[in-house]
């Protein structure tokens, strides 16, 4: 099982809509038959059959074995991942235009669905990944905003004037700004 599937077929996502099918693949967590999650959710094998086998054709679940009950073939099923990214080009974007000013929101936009799909095609087999996520708040008084803002570049073009160089290990850096929302 894969920790992310990233999903870019509009199928994928289209087999994620219905609800139910979502608690069917919470169920294939562990492999399972379509009796067993049907009897933890209260349906019928034949209903819960429906839903995994649209999981399974949209490449979202994985028959995974299968055995024989009174002659009858029964798949176990799994889901294929343990969690799910959709990439932002299935949704699109309503009333933005993909602007490549550095200080808009569609730039930001662009450059987090660029970091998704470049995170989701790691190789996550590979020996050692190395990576960091950083995460922090900053407070500035908005007549500071433009230093603030001034001072990031300029720390950002000397990383990449110091490590930019053509041999080594290449690294992809990204950052945003943006400003924080209110806390529910």
């Not at 049907?38 to 979202?60: F, I, M, N």
């Not at 024989?68 to 974007?93: D, F, H, M, N, T």
Request: include cysteine; glycine fraction near 8%; hydrophobic fraction near 40%.
């Amino acid at each position: 099982m894969r920790e992310v599937l990233y999903l870019e077929e509009i199928e994928q996502a289209e087999a994620l809509l219905k609800p139910q099918r979502v608690e069917v693949l919470r169920q294939l967590a562990e492999p399972r038959t379509c009796s067993e999650v049907a009897a933890r959710l209260g349906q019928t094998p034949q209903r819960v059959y429906y839903h995994v086998k649209r999981l399974v054709d949209a490449g979202l679940v994985d028959q995974v074995a299968e055995r024989k009950v009174r002659g009858i073939s029964e798949g176990i099923y799994q889901a294929g991942a343990r969690s799910y990214w959709l990439s932002p080009r299935l949704v699109g974007r309503i009333g933005l235009t993909r602007a490549r000013d550095e200080l808009s929101l569609g730039y930001l936009l662009d450059l987090m669905e660029e970091v998704q799909a470049d995170i989701a095609a790691l190789d996550r087999t590979a020996p050692e990944l190395p990576s960091i996520g950083l995460s922090g708040e900053i407070h500035v008084r908005p007549e500071q905003r433009q230093e603030f803002l001034d001072d990031l570049q300029t720390v950002m073009r000397d990383l990449f004037t110091r490590y930019g160089g053509a041999e080594g290990d290449a690294f992809k850096l990204a950052l945003a700004c943006y400003p924080k929302g209110e806390s529910p």
